[in-house]
């Protein structure tokens, strides 16, 4: 079983950045991929970023130069870097573990956490 806290949300400017955090516990953390994931209200879940054991990264393309997916496996933590955010990156943003990398299809990943909300205004 794992579990996993998202932290850093907030409500900022058009422009500005954020990073969120996520801390699991979790068993060979660093064998896992790990994801970012977001949703806003009457959207469905979307993957923005992952990264596997090797350290490979994915985005979805309305993240990709602004985003940055990061891990510390000796903490156990997970991270993403939000800069020059925009009023559509406004979801509750959480982090998952134990899915596919490469499609983050969010129904592949089999531990949440309770997300955190990101609110961008113009």
């Known amino acids: 079983q794992a579990q996993l806290v998202e932290s850093g949300g907030g409500s900022v400017q058009a422009g500005e950045s954020l990073r969120l955090s996520c801390a699991v516990t979790l068993s060979n953390f660093r064998t896992y991929c790990m994801g970012w994931f977001r949703q806003a209200p009457g959207k469905e879940r979307e993957g923005v970023a992952a990264?596997?054991?090797?350290?490979?990264?994915t985005y979805a393309e309305a993240v990709k130069g602004r985003f940055t997916i990061s891990r510390d496996n000796a903490k156990n933590l997970l991270y993403l870097q939000m800069n020059n955010l925009r009023p559509e990156d406004t979801a509750m943003y959480y982090c998952?573990?134990?899915?596919?990398?490469?499609?983050?299809?969010?129904?592949?990943?089999?531990?949440w956490g309770q997300g955190t909300q990101v609110t961008v205004s113009s």
């Open positions: 990264m596997d054991r090797y350290g490979t990264t």
């Open positions: 998952a573990v134990h899915g596919n990398c490469y499609t983050r299809q969010p129904e592949t990943f089999n531990y």
